[in-house]
C-alpha cells in the first residue's frame, strides 16, 4: 500500500494521475498546507523542505522498512520504475523522459506558481505588481510555446509514447486562463491537452481529494492574514538543539 501525504494542488495531482494510471493501491493522508500540517515535526521528519506531496511505500521492492519518497518528480520515477510503466526502460527514450521531467520541475511548476502568486496579489495591500506579473506571464508564455514546438514534431512529450512526462506537466496546464494565456494560440499544445482531459485515469487522479479543498476567501480576515504570515516569505528554520 502506498501513504500519499497530499493537498488537491498541481503538485499532489501529478502524483494521483500516475497512481490511477498504474492501477496502484494507495491510501491519501491530506496535508492542509492552508492551514501549516507541512511545518509540523512529524512532516519534516519525512520532508526536511516542508512540501508535499510525500510518498510512504509500505511494499518497496527490497522488502525492507517502508521507504519514503519526497518531491513529485522523485515519486513519479520510484513509482513508474516500481511498476515497470510509463517509464521506458531503453537508455535513450528514458533519458528524454528525465529532460522533460526535469524540465517541468525546474521551468514550468515553478514559473507558473509565480505567475499565478503574482496575479492574485492584493494590491492595495503590497503596491501594484505589474512589473512581475508581466515577467511571469510573458515567462509562462514562452513556456506554453516550448510545449507547443515540442507536439507539434511528437504526439506525447517524451515522443510517441505515453509516459511520467506527460502526467507530470499536465496539471499545472488546466489553469491557462488564469496564466494569462490564451490556448488557441497554441494549436498543438491544445490537441495534447484535450487528449489527457480524456482519459479517464487522469480524470480520476485530478478529482482525487476534492473534497479537501478550502476557499480561504471565506475564512475570517484574521484567519486570512494568519494564514498568509505563514506561508508567505519564509525565512531558514533553524537547526534544532
Not at 488557441?184 to 487522479?205: L, N, S, T
Request: hydrophobic share 35%; proline share 7%.
Amino acid at each position: 500500500m502506498i501513504d500519499l501525504h497530499y493537498w488537491p494542488t498541481p503538485n499532489g495531482k501529478k502524483v494521483t494521475i500516475l497512481l490511477e494510471e498504474l492501477g496502484m493501491p494507495y491510501k491519501i493522508m491530506p496535508v492542509n498546507i492552508g492551514m501549516g500540517d507541512q511545518f509540523t515535526a512529524e512532516f519534516l521528519e519525512m520532508n526536511p523542505n516542508h512540501r508535499m506531496p510525500v510518498m510512504v511505500d509500505h511494499a518497496p521492492k527490497d522488502g525492507g522498512k517502508p521507504l519514503v519518497v519526497f518531491e513529485s518528480g522523485a515519486i513519479m520515477m520510484y513509482l513508474a520504475e516500481k511498476a515497470g510503466k510509463f517509464y521506458p526502460q531503453d537508455l535513450r527514450a528514458r533519458h528524454e523522459v528525465n529532460e522533460w521531467l526535469i524540465w517541468q520541475m525546474a521551468n514550468q511548476g515553478p514559473k507558473s506558481g509565480e505567475c499565478g502568486h503574482f496575479r492574485r496579489v492584493d494590491t492595495k495591500e503590497h503596491g501594484e505588481q505589474d512589473y512581475a506579473v508581466r515577467r511571469f506571464t510573458d515567462e509562462v508564455n514562452r513556456l506554453y510555446g516550448v510545449l507547443n514546438n515540442r507536439l507539434y514534431k511528437h504526439e506525447y512529450l517524451a515522443g510517441d509514447q505515453y509516459t511520467i512526462a506527460d502526467m507530470i506537466c499536465y496539471p499545472w496546464t488546466l489553469n491557462w486562463k488564469f496564466q494569462g494565456q490564451d490556448i488557441e494560440e497554441f494549436k498543438y499544445f491544445k490537441r495534447w491537452f484535450e487528449m489527457m482531459g480524456a482519459r479517464p485515469a487522469v480524470q480520476k487522479g485530478m478529482a482525487a481529494g476534492a473534497d479537501l479543498s478550502v476557499d480561504r476567501e471565506k475564512l475570517p480576515p484574521e484567519e486570512q492574514a494568519r494564514i498568509r504570515k505563514m506561508l508567505y516569505n519564509q525565512r531558514a528554520r533553524p537547526v534544532p538543539v
